[in-house]
Nanobody, 123 residues
């Protein structure tokens, strides 16, 4: 079993930056691919970014490419999402997820989910 806890959300003005962190607990946490998804009110959960277990491969949604960067530190069991040039449409609850993730953008490929952290971008 892997437990995921997100942190780092908050309120920021458009154009600003935030860094989200996801702390993973469990002996095998570092062996899973990790992803970030977001869900805005009234909308479906949306893929944001993912990273392979080794950190050698990363994947991004077109809407965040060039603005967001996902990274991981397996020694610390941490995954981060650096978000720059934030836009009001980035407002959502951001969830960290872990799993085998054969298809990184598919939420069904993930077995473990965090509770989420709220990101609000004001215009």
């Amino acid at each position: 079993q892997v437990r995921l806890v997100e942190s780092g959300g908050g309120l920021v003005q458009a154009g600003g930056s935030l860094r989200l962190s996801c702390a993973a607990s469990g002996r095998t946490a570092s062996s899973y691919a990790m992803g970030w998804f977001r869900q805005a009110p009234g909308k479906e959960r949306e893929f944001v970014a993912a990273i392979s277990w080794s950190g050698g491969s990363t994947y991004y949604a077109d809407s965040v490419k060039g603005r967001f960067t996902i990274s991981r530190d397996n020694a610390k069991n941490m995954v981060s999402l650096q978000m720059n040039s934030l836009k009001p449409e980035d407002t959502a609850v951001y969830h960290c997820a872990g799993g085998v993730a054969v298809v990184p953008s598919n939420p069904l490929a993930y077995d473990f989910w965090g509770q989420g952290t709220q990101v609000t971008v004001s215009s």
